[in-house]
């Protein structure tokens, strides 16, 4: 496998998902702490945050330490001469030159590709504006291959289709598996027209109403409404609270069904379903940490 970089999900063929996910699988036994591994010692990875994160940047730094290597974060734009008006392009080269491996996060669609172009270390993009989120998209699948099935796998995509970038690189995903999918959300939070198209191409999808397909589904894979990325305070109050899966949703879903989240999750799983055998979305969060020591093991081992 030769990845320079990870910045959207089509940068990875089926078969280099299949083969990261049972990396993911070997390193879980120490993202667990019950075994050690030094496989990435002497690496240093940056975190460059320039929208929030817990999961992802936190992970990510468990991920290296757990695997003996090392980090350094650059959290807080007030922090960083980004304030003084520094370019993301000469943070990069300057950055590229300490460490081995970057970790990207920004509001701008398109920022991860760009910041890859002017460095000179691997660039991970962890989350672009509403663009691609693919080491997201990675652990997902993860978790679904560990808590579902990922072959025939009937889903639902549920929420803010519009914005989530978790879906709009997951969505990619699922069709290299032939997902069967079904879109359910607010009509002002559709899919993208363009993506729709792409995936229509490749897999079944069709929009649906969340009662006539829970008890078909696999998967329900809800999304925060990405109140950060409306134009305006209005048009999001528009679609605020307005959906939300609760214990009387559950009652028809099949027994095997599993709810997963990104996460944070806001009001769109009510906190009741967390002790249900259905919610997987906190143990989904921890398999951030085996898959994303697949990653920098990949990118690294040269
Ligand atoms: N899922 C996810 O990206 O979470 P964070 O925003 O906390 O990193």
């Known amino acids: 496998m030769k990845l320079k970089h990870l910045i959207s999900i089509d940068d990875l063929k089926k078969d280099e998902i299949i083969y990261l996910l049972e990396l993911a699988e070997e390193f879980l036994p120490v993202a667990e702490g019950k075994k050690i591994r030094k496989d990435l010692e002497g690496n240093l990875l940056a975190n460059l945050f320039f929208e929030p994160s817990t999961r992802t940047r936190m992970s990510f730094e468990v991920a290296m330490k757990r695997l003996g290597g090392n980090v350094v974060n650059m959290t807080a734009q007030e922090a960083s001469s980004i304030a003084k008006g520094e370019t993301l392009a000469d943070t990069i080269k300057v950055v590229s030159k300490y460490v081995d491996v970057i970790v990207l996060r920004h509001p701008l669609e398109g920022a991860a590709r760009f910041a890859a172009e ?8 962890a989350g672009d504006g509403a663009g691609q989120h693919p080491t997201q998209t990675l652990l997902d699948l993860y978790t679904i291959k560990k808590e579902s099935k990922l072959d025939r796998l009937k889903i639902a995509l549920v929420g803010d289709l519009k914005y989530s970038r978790t879906v709009h690189s997951l969505i990619k995903a699922l069709a290299l598996f032939k997902s069967e999918i ?3 959300s607010p009509q002002s939070l559709n899919l993208p027209e363009e993506i729709l198209e792409e995936i229509e191409r490749k897999t079944k999808i069709e929009k649906a109403e969340l009662e006539d397909i829970i ?10 409404i990405q109140k950060e990325r409306f134009p305006d305070e209005e048009e999001y109050l528009k679609v605020a609270g307005s959906y939300k899966i609760d214990l009387n949703i559950l009652k028809k879903a099949k027994s095997s069904t599993i709810i997963m989240h990104p996460l944070p999750r806001v009001d769109e799983i009510d906190i009741s379903v967390d002790k249900t055998h259905y919610a997987k979305y906190f143990q989904q969060a921890f398999y951030g940490v085996p898959v994303r020591m697949a990653i920098l093991y990949e990118l690294l081992r040269r």
């Open 215 to 224: 008890d078909y589904v696999d998967v329900l894979y809800v999304t925060r």
């Open 118 to 125: 002017h460095s000179d270390v691997p660039v991970i993009n």
């Open 182 to 184: 079904f879109l359910v």
